[in-house]
Protein backbone atom coordinates (compact mmCIF):
# COMPACT_ATOMS: atom_id res chain seq x y z
CA UNK A 1 0.00 0.00 0.00
CA UNK A 2 1.78 3.52 -1.24
CA UNK A 3 1.10 6.17 1.24
CA UNK A 4 3.06 9.36 -0.60
CA UNK A 5 0.08 11.91 0.36
CA UNK A 6 0.32 10.86 4.24
CA UNK A 7 3.69 11.20 4.35
CA UNK A 8 4.14 14.48 2.96
CA UNK A 9 1.42 15.92 5.60
CA UNK A 10 2.92 14.03 8.62
CA UNK A 11 6.31 15.88 7.06
CA UNK A 12 4.75 18.90 7.12
CA UNK A 13 2.35 18.48 10.38
CA UNK A 14 5.37 17.31 12.53
CA UNK A 15 6.86 21.28 12.52
CA UNK A 16 3.68 22.70 13.22
CA UNK A 17 1.83 20.40 15.82
CA UNK A 18 3.08 18.67 18.92
CA UNK A 19 4.27 15.36 17.62
CA UNK A 20 2.23 16.18 14.55
CA UNK A 21 -1.11 15.24 16.00
CA UNK A 22 -3.43 16.72 17.55
CA UNK A 23 -4.44 13.98 19.78
CA UNK A 24 -1.67 11.29 20.51
CA UNK A 25 -3.88 8.05 20.05
CA UNK A 26 -3.49 9.22 16.17
CA UNK A 27 0.15 8.99 16.19
CA UNK A 28 2.06 5.57 15.14
CA UNK A 29 4.50 5.81 17.97
CA UNK A 30 4.28 2.14 19.11
CA UNK A 31 3.84 0.72 15.81
CA UNK A 32 6.28 2.59 13.61
CA UNK A 33 5.72 4.55 10.65
CA UNK A 34 3.57 7.35 10.02
CA UNK A 35 0.13 8.08 10.42
CA UNK A 36 -2.36 8.31 7.76
CA UNK A 37 -4.53 10.90 6.47
CA UNK A 38 -8.06 10.72 5.63
CA UNK A 39 -9.60 12.00 3.02
CA UNK A 40 -13.51 10.58 3.78
CA UNK A 41 -15.29 8.20 5.08
CA UNK A 42 -18.65 5.85 4.06
CA UNK A 43 -20.31 3.11 5.87
CA UNK A 44 -17.35 1.05 7.71
CA UNK A 45 -14.83 2.15 4.89
CA UNK A 46 -12.16 4.72 5.67
CA UNK A 47 -10.44 6.83 2.05
CA UNK A 48 -6.82 8.01 2.49
CA UNK A 49 -5.94 10.61 1.19
CA UNK A 50 -3.77 8.46 -1.62
CA UNK A 51 -7.33 6.80 -2.45
CA UNK A 52 -6.68 3.62 -0.39
CA UNK A 53 -9.32 1.95 1.08
CA UNK A 54 -9.71 0.53 4.36
CA UNK A 55 -12.18 -1.41 6.76
CA UNK A 56 -12.39 0.49 10.05
CA UNK A 57 -12.33 -0.40 13.18
CA UNK A 58 -11.64 2.73 15.26
CA UNK A 59 -14.80 4.26 13.89
CA UNK A 60 -13.61 7.51 15.19
CA UNK A 61 -12.73 5.98 18.70
CA UNK A 62 -16.61 5.08 19.90
CA UNK A 63 -18.80 7.45 18.16
CA UNK A 64 -19.58 6.32 14.83
CA UNK A 65 -21.94 3.04 16.06
CA UNK A 66 -24.15 3.60 12.67
CA UNK A 67 -20.69 3.95 10.29
CA UNK A 68 -19.29 6.69 9.29
CA UNK A 69 -21.91 9.73 7.13
CA UNK A 70 -24.98 8.15 7.91
CA UNK A 71 -27.29 9.68 5.47
CA UNK A 72 -30.22 10.65 8.43
CA UNK A 73 -27.23 11.90 10.70
CA UNK A 74 -25.76 14.18 8.00
CA UNK A 75 -29.23 15.29 6.94
CA UNK A 76 -29.59 16.49 10.73
CA UNK A 77 -26.48 17.95 10.62
CA UNK A 78 -26.68 19.89 7.51
CA UNK A 79 -30.35 21.25 8.53
CA UNK A 80 -28.98 22.55 11.76
CA UNK A 81 -26.11 24.23 10.27
CA UNK A 82 -28.65 26.25 7.88
CA UNK A 83 -30.29 27.25 10.96
CA UNK A 84 -27.69 28.96 12.68
CA UNK A 85 -24.41 27.06 14.23
CA UNK A 86 -24.83 28.09 17.79
CA UNK A 87 -26.77 30.83 19.42
CA UNK A 88 -25.29 30.84 22.76
CA UNK A 89 -28.95 30.57 24.08
CA UNK A 90 -31.11 27.92 24.62
CA UNK A 91 -32.75 25.69 22.04
CA UNK A 92 -34.67 22.71 21.35
CA UNK A 93 -32.30 19.76 20.57
CA UNK A 94 -30.70 20.39 24.04
CA UNK A 95 -33.93 19.33 25.54
CA UNK A 96 -34.96 16.57 23.15
CA UNK A 97 -31.72 15.07 23.45
CA UNK A 98 -31.81 14.65 27.38
CA UNK A 99 -34.96 13.28 26.93
CA UNK A 100 -33.50 10.89 24.89
CA UNK A 101 -30.58 9.89 27.02
CA UNK A 102 -32.81 9.50 29.99
CA UNK A 103 -35.34 7.15 28.31
CA UNK A 104 -32.34 4.54 27.93
CA UNK A 105 -30.67 5.24 31.26
CA UNK A 106 -33.08 5.27 33.61
CA UNK A 107 -30.19 6.51 36.76
CA UNK A 108 -29.85 9.64 34.74
CA UNK A 109 -32.50 11.61 36.26
CA UNK A 110 -31.38 14.97 35.28
CA UNK A 111 -28.59 15.73 32.30
CA UNK A 112 -25.77 18.77 31.73
CA UNK A 113 -24.08 18.58 27.85
CA UNK A 114 -20.87 19.59 27.47
CA UNK A 115 -18.60 19.17 24.52
CA UNK A 116 -15.99 16.42 25.15
CA UNK A 117 -15.96 13.39 27.67
CA UNK A 118 -13.06 15.07 29.26
CA UNK A 119 -15.17 17.99 30.55
CA UNK A 120 -18.04 15.62 31.44
CA UNK A 121 -15.33 13.60 34.00
CA UNK A 122 -13.84 16.63 35.32
CA UNK A 123 -17.56 17.98 36.12
CA UNK A 124 -18.57 15.09 37.91
CA UNK A 125 -15.64 14.54 39.47
CA UNK A 126 -15.91 18.70 41.12
CA UNK A 127 -19.72 17.80 41.72
CA UNK A 128 -18.98 14.42 43.67
CA UNK A 129 -16.51 16.51 45.81
CA UNK A 130 -18.74 19.63 46.23
CA UNK A 131 -21.68 17.06 47.43
CA UNK A 132 -19.52 15.32 49.96
CA UNK A 133 -17.25 17.67 51.11
CA UNK A 134 -14.62 15.32 50.29
CA UNK A 135 -11.12 15.27 48.23
CA UNK A 136 -9.96 12.79 47.22
CA UNK A 137 -10.92 9.75 44.45
CA UNK A 138 -10.17 6.33 43.89
CA UNK A 139 -9.73 5.47 40.03
CA UNK A 140 -8.87 2.14 38.09
CA UNK A 141 -5.21 1.29 37.14
CA UNK A 142 -5.34 1.21 32.89
CA UNK A 143 -8.84 3.03 33.04
CA UNK A 144 -8.48 6.61 31.18
CA UNK A 145 -11.40 9.29 32.07
CA UNK A 146 -10.06 11.87 29.83
CA UNK A 147 -7.23 13.88 30.40
CA UNK A 148 -8.54 15.94 33.53
CA UNK A 149 -5.11 16.50 35.70
CA UNK A 150 -6.39 13.68 38.68
CA UNK A 151 -6.89 11.21 36.13
CA UNK A 152 -3.76 11.15 34.59
CA UNK A 153 -2.07 8.69 36.87
CA UNK A 154 -1.92 5.20 35.98
CA UNK A 155 -4.51 5.89 33.14
CA UNK A 156 -5.07 3.83 30.19
CA UNK A 157 -5.25 4.90 26.65
CA UNK A 158 -2.90 7.06 25.07
CA UNK A 159 -0.93 7.82 28.39
CA UNK A 160 -0.48 3.18 28.41
CA UNK A 161 0.34 3.25 24.73
CA UNK A 162 2.98 5.75 25.08
CA UNK A 163 4.73 4.46 28.27
CA UNK A 164 4.40 7.69 29.95
CA UNK A 165 5.49 8.33 33.27
CA UNK A 166 2.48 9.98 36.02
CA UNK A 167 1.44 13.21 35.51
CA UNK A 168 4.23 15.60 34.99
CA UNK A 169 2.26 19.28 35.40
CA UNK A 170 -0.11 18.13 37.93
CA UNK A 171 0.79 19.38 41.12
CA UNK A 172 1.56 16.51 43.96
CA UNK A 173 -1.49 17.78 45.93
CA UNK A 174 -3.50 16.81 43.02
CA UNK A 175 -1.48 13.48 42.18
CA UNK A 176 -2.20 12.92 46.27
CA UNK A 177 -5.63 12.96 45.91
CA UNK A 178 -6.16 10.47 43.06
CA UNK A 179 -5.74 6.88 44.68
CA UNK A 180 -5.90 3.94 42.29
CA UNK A 181 -7.08 0.30 42.68
CA UNK A 182 -6.71 -3.02 40.70
CA UNK A 183 -9.51 -3.55 37.92
CA UNK A 184 -11.89 -6.38 38.97
CA UNK A 185 -10.27 -6.57 42.62
CA UNK A 186 -12.34 -5.62 45.52
CA UNK A 187 -9.66 -6.11 47.92
CA UNK A 188 -8.18 -3.79 46.47
CA UNK A 189 -10.87 -0.99 46.58
CA UNK A 190 -11.82 -2.19 50.45
CA UNK A 191 -8.44 -1.08 51.55
CA UNK A 192 -7.91 2.00 49.90
CA UNK A 193 -11.33 3.20 51.55
CA UNK A 194 -10.36 1.75 55.12
CA UNK A 195 -6.84 3.54 54.80
CA UNK A 196 -9.10 6.51 53.88
CA UNK A 197 -12.10 6.09 55.44
CA UNK A 198 -14.67 9.87 55.06
CA UNK A 199 -12.17 11.15 52.68
CA UNK A 200 -13.19 9.62 49.27
CA UNK A 201 -15.78 11.61 47.46
CA UNK A 202 -16.04 9.42 44.74
CA UNK A 203 -15.19 6.12 42.88
CA UNK A 204 -14.75 6.63 39.07
CA UNK A 205 -14.85 3.46 36.85
CA UNK A 206 -15.22 2.19 32.97
CA UNK A 207 -17.74 -0.59 33.64
CA UNK A 208 -16.29 -2.60 30.78
CA UNK A 209 -12.88 -0.90 30.49
CA UNK A 210 -11.43 0.00 26.71
CA UNK A 211 -8.86 1.86 27.81
CA UNK A 212 -6.05 -0.87 28.60
CA UNK A 213 -7.79 -2.53 25.38
CA UNK A 214 -11.15 -4.02 25.88
CA UNK A 215 -11.25 -5.67 29.90
CA UNK A 216 -14.83 -6.64 30.81
CA UNK A 217 -15.66 -5.94 35.04
CA UNK A 218 -16.68 -8.80 36.87
CA UNK A 219 -20.60 -7.99 37.81
CA UNK A 220 -20.19 -9.26 41.29
CA UNK A 221 -17.49 -6.69 41.37
CA UNK A 222 -19.50 -4.21 40.10
CA UNK A 223 -22.39 -4.61 42.56
CA UNK A 224 -19.83 -5.01 45.97
CA UNK A 225 -18.86 -1.61 44.48
CA UNK A 226 -21.93 -0.32 43.94
CA UNK A 227 -22.16 -1.58 48.28
CA UNK A 228 -18.79 -0.05 49.51
CA UNK A 229 -20.38 3.46 48.18
CA UNK A 230 -23.64 3.37 49.56
CA UNK A 231 -21.95 2.14 52.91
CA UNK A 232 -19.87 4.96 52.67
CA UNK A 233 -21.30 7.43 50.88
CA UNK A 234 -19.42 7.84 48.06
CA UNK A 235 -20.70 9.03 45.09
CA UNK A 236 -20.05 6.01 42.41
CA UNK A 237 -19.35 7.24 39.08
CA UNK A 238 -19.91 5.13 35.96
CA UNK A 239 -17.67 6.26 32.78
CA UNK A 240 -19.86 5.41 29.93
CA UNK A 241 -17.91 7.48 27.64
CA UNK A 242 -17.20 4.73 25.23
CA UNK A 243 -19.92 2.06 26.64
CA UNK A 244 -22.72 4.14 26.39
CA UNK A 245 -25.25 3.62 23.37
CA UNK A 246 -22.24 1.12 22.78
CA UNK A 247 -22.89 -2.29 24.60
CA UNK A 248 -26.68 -1.50 24.78
CA UNK A 249 -29.04 1.48 24.65
CA UNK A 250 -28.62 1.27 28.78
CA UNK A 251 -24.93 1.24 28.46
CA UNK A 252 -22.99 -1.13 30.69
CA UNK A 253 -24.87 -0.26 33.29
CA UNK A 254 -27.91 -1.90 31.29
CA UNK A 255 -26.01 -4.91 30.37
CA UNK A 256 -25.22 -5.36 34.30
CA UNK A 257 -27.65 -3.94 36.47
CA UNK A 258 -25.58 -2.11 38.37
CA UNK A 259 -26.92 1.47 38.95
CA UNK A 260 -23.85 4.45 39.79
CA UNK A 261 -25.02 8.04 41.45
CA UNK A 262 -24.00 9.85 38.27
CA UNK A 263 -22.91 8.82 34.78
CA UNK A 264 -20.45 10.26 32.35
CA UNK A 265 -21.03 9.98 28.48
CA UNK A 266 -19.73 11.27 25.16
CA UNK A 267 -18.54 9.89 21.54
CA UNK A 268 -21.60 8.27 20.63
CA UNK A 269 -24.70 10.59 21.97
CA UNK A 270 -22.23 13.18 19.92
CA UNK A 271 -23.09 11.32 16.40
CA UNK A 272 -19.21 12.34 15.43
CA UNK A 273 -19.64 16.23 17.46
CA UNK A 274 -17.80 17.49 20.18
CA UNK A 275 -20.71 16.34 23.14
CA UNK A 276 -20.35 14.87 26.46
CA UNK A 277 -22.40 14.41 29.44
CA UNK A 278 -23.26 13.95 32.37
CA UNK A 279 -26.13 13.58 34.76
CA UNK A 280 -27.33 11.03 37.49
CA UNK A 281 -29.44 11.55 40.69
CA UNK A 282 -31.26 14.78 41.12
CA UNK A 283 -30.25 15.30 44.36
CA UNK A 284 -26.68 15.35 43.38
CA UNK A 285 -27.40 16.76 39.76
CA UNK A 286 -28.66 19.59 41.47
CA UNK A 287 -25.96 20.89 43.17
CA UNK A 288 -25.19 22.42 39.76
CA UNK A 289 -25.43 26.18 38.57
CA UNK A 290 -27.28 27.63 38.04
CA UNK A 291 -29.98 25.29 40.17
CA UNK A 292 -26.71 24.72 43.03
CA UNK A 293 -23.52 26.45 43.83
CA UNK A 294 -21.07 24.14 42.31
CA UNK A 295 -20.04 25.91 39.00
CA UNK A 296 -19.95 24.29 35.59
CA UNK A 297 -20.86 26.31 32.08
CA UNK A 298 -19.67 25.93 28.33
CA UNK A 299 -20.04 28.66 25.91
CA UNK A 300 -21.10 25.60 23.02
CA UNK A 301 -22.67 23.74 25.15
CA UNK A 302 -25.51 21.87 23.91
CA UNK A 303 -24.96 23.38 20.37
CA UNK A 304 -27.61 23.04 17.83
CA UNK A 305 -25.22 21.14 15.53
CA UNK A 306 -24.03 18.39 18.30
CA UNK A 307 -27.70 18.29 19.77
CA UNK A 308 -28.81 17.58 16.27
CA UNK A 309 -26.44 14.76 15.49
CA UNK A 310 -26.95 13.59 18.97
CA UNK A 311 -30.74 12.66 18.37
CA UNK A 312 -30.23 11.80 14.75
CA UNK A 313 -28.27 8.89 16.35
CA UNK A 314 -29.92 7.71 19.06
CA UNK A 315 -33.36 7.87 16.84
CA UNK A 316 -31.51 5.34 14.57
CA UNK A 317 -30.61 3.12 17.40
CA UNK A 318 -34.19 3.33 18.65
CA UNK A 319 -35.73 2.93 15.51
CA UNK A 320 -34.33 -0.86 15.36
CA UNK A 321 -35.19 -2.81 17.95
CA UNK A 322 -32.72 -5.15 16.67
CA UNK A 323 -29.85 -3.00 16.75
CA UNK A 324 -27.99 -4.81 19.77
CA UNK A 325 -28.60 -7.98 18.13
CA UNK A 326 -27.22 -7.26 14.94
CA UNK A 327 -23.62 -5.84 16.23
CA UNK A 328 -24.00 -8.84 18.64
CA UNK A 329 -23.79 -10.64 15.34
CA UNK A 330 -21.35 -9.04 13.68
CA UNK A 331 -19.15 -9.53 17.34
CA UNK A 332 -19.81 -12.87 17.59
CA UNK A 333 -18.84 -13.81 13.83
CA UNK A 334 -15.93 -11.58 14.01
CA UNK A 335 -14.76 -13.65 17.56
CA UNK A 336 -15.43 -17.26 16.11
CA UNK A 337 -13.65 -16.60 13.02
CA UNK A 338 -11.09 -15.50 15.07
CA UNK A 339 -10.34 -17.83 17.60
CA UNK A 340 -10.81 -21.04 14.75
CA UNK A 341 -8.12 -19.15 12.69
CA UNK A 342 -5.72 -17.99 15.67
CA UNK A 343 -4.04 -21.44 16.01
CA UNK A 344 -2.54 -20.42 19.61
CA UNK A 345 -3.85 -19.55 22.26
CA UNK A 346 -4.37 -15.64 22.08
CA UNK A 347 -6.90 -13.55 24.59
CA UNK A 348 -9.56 -12.14 22.87
CA UNK A 349 -11.96 -10.36 24.76
CA UNK A 350 -15.06 -9.01 23.50
CA UNK A 351 -18.53 -7.21 24.95
CA UNK A 352 -21.04 -6.96 22.24
CA UNK A 353 -19.16 -4.76 19.33
CA UNK A 354 -16.10 -3.43 21.54
CA UNK A 355 -13.38 -5.87 21.43
CA UNK A 356 -9.66 -6.23 21.62
CA UNK A 357 -7.01 -8.92 20.44
CA UNK A 358 -3.97 -9.27 23.00
CA UNK A 359 -1.11 -10.88 22.52
CA UNK A 360 -1.16 -12.76 25.56
CA UNK A 361 -1.63 -16.04 26.88
CA UNK A 362 -2.80 -15.16 30.00
CA UNK A 363 -6.65 -14.02 30.90
CA UNK A 364 -6.51 -10.16 30.75
CA UNK A 365 -8.78 -9.05 33.66
CA UNK A 366 -7.15 -5.64 34.87
CA UNK A 367 -3.98 -3.56 33.97
CA UNK A 368 -0.85 -5.73 34.85
CA UNK A 369 -2.43 -8.53 32.95
CA UNK A 370 -2.86 -6.54 29.71
CA UNK A 371 0.99 -5.24 30.17
CA UNK A 372 2.07 -9.08 29.72
CA UNK A 373 0.80 -8.54 26.04
CA UNK A 374 3.41 -8.79 22.90
CA UNK A 375 3.87 -4.80 21.81
CA UNK A 376 6.70 -6.08 19.51
CA UNK A 377 4.00 -8.68 18.21
CA UNK A 378 1.57 -6.20 18.37
CA UNK A 379 3.02 -3.59 15.87
CA UNK A 380 3.75 -6.38 13.61
CA UNK A 381 0.43 -7.60 13.62
CA UNK A 382 -1.20 -3.71 12.83
CA UNK A 383 1.25 -3.50 10.13
CA UNK A 384 0.41 -6.85 8.73
CA UNK A 385 -3.63 -5.50 8.93
CA UNK A 386 -3.22 -1.84 7.50
CA UNK A 387 -1.57 -3.43 4.90
CA UNK A 388 -4.24 -5.27 4.35
CA UNK A 389 -6.79 -2.86 4.11
CA UNK A 390 -7.99 -3.06 7.82
CA UNK A 391 -7.73 -0.30 10.17
CA UNK A 392 -7.18 -0.79 14.00
CA UNK A 393 -6.04 1.11 16.56
CA UNK A 394 -2.31 1.53 16.47
CA UNK A 395 -2.21 0.14 20.10
CA UNK A 396 -3.05 -2.71 22.40
CA UNK A 397 -4.49 -0.68 24.74
CA UNK A 398 -8.02 0.18 22.63
CA UNK A 399 -10.59 -1.04 21.30
CA UNK A 400 -11.76 -2.25 18.70
CA UNK A 401 -15.32 -0.99 17.37
CA UNK A 402 -18.01 -2.17 15.28
CA UNK A 403 -20.36 -0.28 13.48
CA UNK A 404 -23.90 -1.95 11.90
CA UNK A 405 -22.53 -0.59 8.65
CA UNK A 406 -20.18 -3.28 9.01
CA UNK A 407 -21.38 -6.17 6.07
CA UNK A 408 -20.68 -9.12 6.23
CA UNK A 409 -18.44 -9.41 3.48
CA UNK A 410 -16.41 -6.35 5.28
CA UNK A 411 -16.24 -9.14 8.25
CA UNK A 412 -15.10 -12.37 6.09
CA UNK A 413 -12.25 -9.88 4.80
CA UNK A 414 -11.22 -8.91 8.27
CA UNK A 415 -11.05 -12.16 9.63
CA UNK A 416 -9.11 -13.38 6.59
CA UNK A 417 -6.73 -10.38 7.29
CA UNK A 418 -6.75 -11.10 11.03
CA UNK A 419 -5.55 -14.70 10.13
CA UNK A 420 -2.46 -13.81 7.98
CA UNK A 421 -1.70 -11.02 9.60
CA UNK A 422 -1.69 -13.19 13.67
CA UNK A 423 0.64 -15.31 10.70
CA UNK A 424 3.12 -12.65 9.67
CA UNK A 425 3.01 -11.28 13.64
CA UNK A 426 5.03 -14.53 14.53
CA UNK A 427 8.54 -13.52 15.75
C1 LIG B 1 -12.79 8.77 25.30
C2 LIG B 1 -13.00 8.67 26.73
C3 LIG B 1 -12.95 9.79 27.59
C4 LIG B 1 -12.54 11.14 27.09
O1 LIG B 1 -13.42 11.69 26.15
P1 LIG B 1 -12.91 12.88 25.20
O2 LIG B 1 -14.13 13.25 24.44
O3 LIG B 1 -11.81 12.30 24.37
O4 LIG B 1 -12.43 13.97 26.08
C5 LIG B 1 -13.28 9.63 28.90
N1 LIG B 1 -13.61 8.43 29.40
C6 LIG B 1 -13.67 7.33 28.63
C7 LIG B 1 -14.09 6.03 29.24
C8 LIG B 1 -13.34 7.41 27.28
O5 LIG B 1 -13.35 6.30 26.53
Redesign the pocket.
Known amino acids: METPNSKRLFADAIKHMPGGVN?PVRAFKSVGGDPIYMESAQGSQLVDVDGNEYIDYIGS??PMILGHAHPEVTAAITAAAIKGTSFGTNSEGEVELAKLVKKFVPAVEIIRMV???????MSAMRLARGYTSRNRIIKFEG?????GDS?LSKAG?GVATLGLPDSPGVTPSTAADTLNAVYNDIGSVRAIVEQNHGEIAAVFI?PI???MGCVPADSAFLQDLRDICTAEGIVLIF?????GFRVSAGGAQGLYGTTPDLT?F??II?GGL???AYGGRREIMELIAPAGPVYQAGTLSGNPLAMAAGIATLSAIDADPEFYKKLEQKGRAIEDGIRQAAGEPLTFNRVGSMFTLFFSEEPVTDFSSAKTSDAARFARFFNALLEAGVYFPPSQFEACFISVAHSESDIEQTISAITDAIAKSRG
Open positions: SWGNSGTEATCYHGHFSEAGNDEVMTTGKGPVG
